[in-house]
């Protein structure tokens, strides 16, 4: 019995997102020129060039600043990921395991990806 509760769960886990991708992701920032400041929404702060851990659920506003220059606002959205990024080809249907694997998926966000990334920014002069 317990074998079989294993089997089912090695099943169930090596088809999802969650335990191929992760529920966070690197988000990368970029500018030219390079040694912006940039904050988020989310609380996070870096010097561009910059790759920060984000989790993979959730938009958040990002603001790159730097003397002399115009500041920068955008918006970076959360979306589903695309077709063969998801990783789940592989997935093994067993009655309802499938989608055990897509709630946990949705759960943990990592059926989901940023939009841009690498955020890339041409700062203009004030």
């Given at each position: 019995?317990?074998?079989?509760?294993?089997?089912?769960?090695?099943?169930?886990?090596?088809?999802?997102?969650?335990?191929k991708r992760g529920?966070t992701?690197?988000f990368?920032?970029r500018?030219?020129?390079?040694?912006?400041s940039?904050?988020?929404?989310s609380?996070?702060?870096?010097?561009t060039?910059?790759?920060?851990?984000v989790?993979?659920?959730?938009d958040?506003?990002?603001?790159?600043?730097k003397?002399?220059?115009?500041?920068?606002?955008?918006?970076?959205?959360?979306?589903p990921?695309?077709?063969?990024?998801?990783?789940?080809?592989?997935?093994?249907?067993?009655?309802?395991?499938?989608?055990i694997?897509?709630?946990?998926?949705?759960?943990s966000?990592?059926?989901?990806e940023?939009q841009?990334n690498p955020?890339?920014v041409?700062?203009?002069?004030?």
């Amino acid at each position: 019995m317990r074998r079989c509760l294993v089997a089912v769960l090695l099943v169930v886990l090596s088809g999802c997102a969650t335990a191929k991708r992760g529920s966070t992701e690197t988000f990368e920032v970029r500018s030219s020129p390079s040694g912006a400041s940039v904050t988020s929404t989310s609380g996070w702060e870096c010097t561009t060039p910059c790759i920060v851990k984000v989790a993979r659920r959730g938009d958040f506003v990002v603001t790159v600043r730097k003397d002399g220059y115009l500041t920068r606002t955008f918006t970076i959205k959360s979306v589903p990921i695309q077709g063969n990024k998801r990783g789940l080809g592989e997935r093994v249907v067993v009655g309802e395991t499938e989608y055990i694997g897509r709630v946990t998926d949705w759960a943990s966000g990592a059926n989901r990806e940023h939009q841009p990334n690498p955020l890339e920014v041409e700062l203009e002069p004030e």
